[in-house]
Structures are given as C-alpha cells and as structure tokens.
C-alpha cells in the first residue's frame, strides 16, 4: 500500500472510457450494416444461441451478463467458445469477469492523512519515580462521507519497542466523549506483538465536516521520550464478493459396505469444480469425504479431503461444502466415512463453481451464442481489465472494479432461454484431426484385436485398453497403433492409468512353514500392474506382519515389498467389517502373499481383490472398423499432432468402440523386423558375430594344417 494518496479516476470518466473501447471494438463490418463473411463463420461455429435482455434504462452504463449452468456446461473451461452478437450480426466485445474464488472479496483501500489542529506536550516527574511522558493530539475528521466499516486512526513513525495508555475523545460543541481507553504498543518478536490502530467504527466524528468536531488522543506512559507520531486514517470495504452456482452431479453408481459409502458421480464438463456440496435428510451427521479424480484425462490422486457435519439448533454448526483442487478427468470417486451409522439419507450432490459474467456496452448486443468448443478464445484490447476482478485493488481500480460489479454502477442483462443455433455447421468439431496419418507394417506386430468405432457427434471415440493388451504391450506403451482396414493409422491420446479395473486373484496354494503362511495367488494375464489389493479374511480380529513377493517381468529371482501390516481391531464387532487395503506393487507376472502367523492359526481367505490400472485411446476417427496392434519391441513410439489439441480433443463428448477377442496376429513375420530399427542392428550384430567365427574357425585350420606338416617333415628327416 503506498503511504500517500493514490490519485483517483472518476466512475464516470471510466464508463466513457470503457464503453468507447467496447464499442469501437464492436465496430468491425460493412458499410451497409451487413456483417463480414468472417462474422457469419463466427457464428456457424456455435450449436446453440439465447437471447439477451438488455434493461431499457441501461443507459450509458456497462451490461453485466452473468452465465448460467446451462450455458457453463456447454462451453470449455477457458470460456473462450462463446461470442455476442448485435442486431445486425456484427460480433461484440466483452469483459470475462472470471468470477472470484470462494470465501474472498475484492476489497477498496483508502489512505487519508490526519491533519494535526493542536499538539500539547508534558513531562511529569512523580517523586522515586521514573518521568512519564504525556502527549495530546487534536485530529480533524477524515472527511466525506464514512465508509461502510467504518475508519481506522493509524500511528506511525514509531520507535521499534514501546507501550503508551491511550484515551481517545470525540470533542464536539465544546463537550468531549471517551470513545476508548486502552493502550497501544510495539513488543520484542516480529509481526503481530503490536497495535498500533485505533477502530474508529460506529462514530461520526472521522466522517463529519460540522464545524468543531475533531479527535483527541492522549498518549502516556514511561520511556525515552516523546514518540511524535504521524497519524493517517485507513479504511477497507467489500467492492464485491464471489458468487457460486450450484449444479446437481449425476450419480453413476452409490455402494456401501463396511462402514464407507462410495459414490461415483459424472464431473460436468466445461466447468472448474472449486468444491462439492453435500445435501442430505439426515438431521445430525459428521462425515470425512475423500474426494479423487478418475476417468479420461484425470490426472489422479485426491482432489478433496474434509469433513462435512450438521448439528441442529447450533449456529456455524453446518459445514456441507469440501473445497477442492483442480479436477480433470471424466468422473469424481466421492468416499464418506459412515462407521456404524447408517449413510446419509436422500444424499444429493452439487458441483460449486465460480459464476462467471460478460461485461459489454450499451449498445443493441441481441444474442449470446455459445459451445461445441471450436472458437479459439477471443482477443479484445480490455483483457487487462479482467485481471483487476481477481484481487485486492487500490486507487483508481477500485473505481474500474466498481464500474464492472457494482449493482449501482452496471446495469443487469438477463439471458433468455438457449435453442439450437439454425445457422449452426454440424461438422464435427473434431473433423480437422479425422485423417489417417501414415501406413503401418501390421507384420511387426504379434497381436491384433478388432475394433469397431461408435463416434460422437463431434468425432471422438474413446477406447479403454484391457489387461491383456498392457500385458502384451511394451511398458511404456509406445508399440500400440489403430489401423484401418487400408493399413494406415489413425492417430490417438494415450491417458495412462485413466481407468481402475477390478480383478479378482483367486488363492491358487497355501502354505504354512515356520509360522509363515504363503499364499500363491493366480494372476489372470501376465505381466499385469496392479495399484491395490483388498485382502478380506474371514476373521473379525487379526494383527499380523507379513510381505508382498512377486517377480517383475523378465527377472529370474522374487523381490519383495517393504513389512505390511494386516490389522482389523476398531472393526471386530461388525457384522461386515472392512478389508484390509494394501498397495499393489507394479507390474509382476507372479504374486505371492506371505503372512506371519506365529502360533496362531492361519488367516482364511480365498481370493485377494485387486485394481488394474488401464489406458484409455481417445481418437478422432469416422464410424467403422479399426484393428489394435500390439507387440512390436523394435517400433519407436508414435508421434502425433493431435496431442497438440489434448485440451480440445478431451472437451469433446466421446462415443465408444466394441471390440474383439485379442488373437494372434495371423500376418506376424519375425523376419520383417530384421532390416529396420534393432532388428537390423542385431543382424549386423550377428553378422560380425558369424564372420567372427567362421575366420576364428579358418585360423585354427590353417593352424593345425601347418603344423601337422612340420610333424611329418621332422620325421622324414630323422
């Protein structure tokens, strides 16, 4: 905060500012009021429009559009495919109020100087004791009128330690009122052991113009002498606060079991998740949530970890919302921790998201058209603007925060109800990237499934991979391509670990040695990543150490996990307690579950749940038949363009594929491998290698030759 005046630019002025820059900007067309062909382009790329209201008395004033869940949810989540359009088509800047983040404020800071009327010093030297220091200041009232939280009087210029009793006064027509009595001080030990502000909130005084009315403050107390102080006036008030919208998540699926309740909802695409609301009939309840991000383009992990709770009758007592972290896959695992009660009734769930506007001149803007996530995002001169909406402000942006949120100082449009756009161009959105890229010698590759592609609307086709395509796959999943039934092949976006399988590993031995128990679980394809396992025995009560030994693909010896721990305690009196979750420990081809024992019996369990963490293809592609190719060691991984356009691509709605069984590729050749890649160089290898021999093997002959000659000539000559 600056320690002088910041100059201010009048609301007015702005507004003249604003609406010339908007409205120029709106300009842009022909002579005759027809808008250019570009603008009609514009316009085709948006499924859907709605009618803007403008009130009739807006005046000169900006318009503020707040946008809606219906229109949110159409849209990317940049906002950047939407646009507004006048009455005769032209294309009309706007502002993006972002909205702001939950529980903050854009808050107006202002800094006035206290003019000193009168000053009065003393020392009083009390006897066997030390002098005290008593200082008087007559203050003028900050003057205009008194912001709605009121002034603060600031001390400053203040020696590094101090402690001085205060009485603060309202002197007016001659009679004096102790508005506080108190101190102010500056300890020993950093930031906070001060105060230095006197709450002027609740009086008259600081705001008042009337002849006579000014503040005294008296300061006394022990020290070095006088503390001098300048004084200022502050005061910070709310411009505007952030507004939520609250959209209903459909539920997928809702299991409980053991104490926890699992609800897998759809994230509403388009929008940025700032915190999931929790409704229910349950009157009194306190429940810790873990919410995680799943499905396509999720990048994993917990988004949201918190408690929400109602208690009847107490204030504050309600905390139904869990902020969240940035969430971007398809789907949202929403855990609560039930325990012994029973889950939540009537639950429902709401998305909260920021409630976004478009701030625009008064002019005769008509339509909002929107979605289908084509349009690049706009680039109008008064972006710089948007970025004053998001934090605190001061000086001459308070008066442009308020041109752009103040109810007083904007006028509100209203949006009607949304229809299908008639000048709407169908092609799907994703038709740039529908093109085979190059051909594909299907003879490298061992596997092959088919796949037949159910595109969206929009183009995109999305395809989760199963456990015998990894299995089958190279680890790093770079020799996997979609063909056509021409051989060429179709480009696509890897999401790793996008999906989580179930699979069941059926207890295949047991074994019980020296108090240890293994239990040889069978695996159903190999190698297989596993990410989690769910070991549930039969027992109510066991407390038992034990270790994960498994084999990674390609090596000879097992390998272990670091000491696991099975215990299942708090949980022996119920009916169905939970299982025991462990992580998985990769990618193995054999898996076993060692238990220690000790004197006590075996636990008794025939089968150990797991997850499979599973790719997922999103490709554009048109309707048809494809093949999966899999298991080519020598292939590079592709390179695609359309990774370029991930953002775009996973925005889209996405059809599905049916898919054959994986078979043996029938056109597999071992020997169309040997000229390229390492294929040629271990032929090479091997070359050098036989050549090597063949002239070791030459070498010795003539060896042998030669020296069986000189044998036979020594004996002639004896």
Request: proline letters at 8%.
């Amino acid at each position: 905060m600056s320690p002088q005046p910041t100059p201010r630019m009048r609301p007015v002025v702005l507004v003249a500012l604003l609406s010339g820059f908007l409205a120029a900007g709106g300009a842009v067309g022909q002579g005759d009021g027809t808008p250019p062909p570009k603008t009609e382009r514009l316009r085709s790329l948006f499924p859907e429009c709605a009618p803007v209201e403008v009130p009739a008395d807006a005046g000169e004033r900006l318009v503020r559009l707040a946008l809606g869940a219906d229109v949110l949810g159409a849209v990317r989540p940049d906002l950047g495919d939407l646009r507004l359009f006048d009455a005769t088509g032209h294309e009309v800047p706007y502002v993006l109020d972002p909205g702001l983040a939950r529980d903050t404020e854009v808050r107006e800071e202002r800094r006035v100087p206290a003019r000193v009327l009168a000053a009065r010093r003393e020392t009083l030297r009390p006897a066997d004791a030390p002098p005290v220091y008593r200082e008087v200041y007559e203050l003028a009232p900050a003057g205009g009128p008194t912001p709605a939280d009121g002034w603060d009087l600031v001390l400053s210029d203040l020696p590094p330690t101090f402690v001085r009793a205060i009485r603060l006064e309202r002197v007016s027509g001659g009679r004096s009122e102790t508005v506080e009595e108190g101190s102010v001080f500056r300890l020993r030990g950093g930031q906070g052991r001060e105060r230095t502000r006197l709450a002027l909130a609740g009086s008259t005084a600081a705001g008042s113009t009337a002849a006579g009315e000014r503040w005294r403050l008296t300061l006394e107390g022990e020290g070095e002498g006088f503390l001098e102080p300048r004084f200022h006036y502050e005061a910070s008030s709310t411009v505007t606060s952030g507004e939520s919208l609250k959209v209903p998540l459909a539920v997928g699926s809702r299991t409980s079991r053991a104490g926890t309740t699992v609800v897998v909802a759809e994230r509403p695409p388009g929008m940025l998740l700032e915190a999931v609301r929790f409704e229910s009939a349950t009157p009194a309840f306190r429940r810790a949530v873990v919410v995680r991000d799943e499905g396509a383009g999720a990048t994993g992990g917990t988004v949201a970890r918190g408690v929400v709770s109602r208690l009847p009758g107490a204030d504050g007592a309600e905390v139904l919302e869990v902020p969240m972290e940035r969430a971007t896959g398809d789907r949202l695992e929403i855990e609560i921790t039930d325990g012994d009660s029973p889950p939540l009734e009537e639950l429902r769930l709401h998305a909260v998201i920021r409630r976004p506007a478009l701030l625009f001149a008064p002019k005769a803007v008509t339509t909002l058209c929107f979605g289908g996530g084509r349009a690049r995002q706009p680039r109008y001169d008064l972006a710089g603007f948007e970025g004053w909406l998001e934090h605190r402000v001061v000086g001459s942006q308070v008066e442009a925060v308020r041109v752009l949120v103040d109810p007083a100082e904007v006028a509100t449009a209203v949006l009607g109800t949304p229809a299908p756009n008639p000048g709407f161009d169908d092609t799907p959105a994703l038709a740039f990237a529908m093109r085979a890229g190059a051909s594909v010698d299907d003879r490298l590759y061992r596997w092959r499934r088919g796949v037949h592609a159910r595109p969206s609307k929009e183009g995109l086709v999305r395809l989760p991979l199963s456990p015998d395509d990894v299995a089958r796959a190279r680890p790093d999943l770079g020799d996997l391509r979609l063909i056509d039934g021409q051989g060429r092949q179709w480009p696509y976006l890897l999401d790793r670990g996008a999906e989580l399988e179930p699979v069941t590993l059926e207890v295949a031995s047991r074994k019980t040695e020296d108090g240890i128990t293994r239990y040889e679980l069978e695996l159903p394809t190999t190698p297989i990543r596993l990410s989690e396992l769910e070991v549930d025995p039969a027992e109510s009560f066991f407390d038992r150490g034990g270790r994960l030994v498994f084999r990674v693909p390609g090596a000879e010896r097992e390998r272990s996990t670091a000491r696991i721990h099975l215990v299942r305690r708090d949980d022996a009196t119920l009916a169905d307690p939970p299982a025991v979750t462990l992580d998985g420990p990769g990618a193995v081809d054999r898996l076993a579950l060692e238990i220690e024992d000790g004197d006590d019996a075996p636990l008794s369990f025939d089968r150990v749940g797991a997850k499979v963490p599973l790719p997922v293809l999103s490709f554009a592609a048109p309707a048809g038949d494809y093949a999966l190719l899999v298991g080519a060691e020598d292939e590079t991984a592709p390179r695609y363009e359309l990774e370029r356009a991930r953002d775009l691509v996973l925005s889209v709605t996405a059809g599905d594929a049916t898919v054959g069984e994986l078979e043996a590729n029938s056109g597999y050749s071992a020997a169309a491998g040997l000229g390229r890649g390492s294929g040629l160089r271990r032929v090479a290898l091997w070359s050098v290698l036989g050549l090597a021999v063949v002239m070791l093997v030459l070498l010795n002959l003539k060896l042998v030759r030669s020296g069986g000659s000189g044998e036979a000539g020594g004996a002639r000559e004896d």
